[in-house]
């Protein structure tokens, strides 16, 4: 899974829109869904901001796969 594709599904699995989201967490709607469509990538500080907004490791976060080969 790549960071888009976790950011979204950590955001619906809680049943937050984007415009929540923002409300709860001061980022912007817009930067939120440029991150869920690949058209921006987020920047280190606001991922932490929204790992301990969810409670969980950034590794989780971003759909990091800690499995090495």
Same mark, same amino acid.
């Given at each position: 899974?790549?960071?888009?594709?976790?950011?979204?599904?950590?955001?619906?699995?809680?049943?937050l829109?984007? =415009?929540?989201? !923002?409300?709860?967490?001061?980022? !912007?709607?817009?930067? !939120?869904?440029?991150? @869920? /469509? !690949?058209?921006?990538? %987020?920047?280190? %500080?606001?991922?932490?901001?929204?790992? $301990?907004? =969810?409670?969980? %490791?950034l590794? @989780?976060?971003?759909?990091? $796969?800690?499995?090495? /080969?």
């Open positions: 899974m790549n960071y888009r594709q976790a950011l979204k599904q950590h955001r619906v699995s809680r049943g829109s984007i =415009y929540k989201l !923002s409300k709860l967490t001061g980022i !912007s709607k817009n930067t !939120s869904s440029s991150w @869920e /469509n !690949s058209k921006s990538i %987020p920047r280190l %500080p606001t991922l932490f901001k929204l790992a $301990d907004f =969810y409670g969980i %490791p590794d @989780e976060l971003v759909g990091r $796969d800690k499995t090495f /080969n």
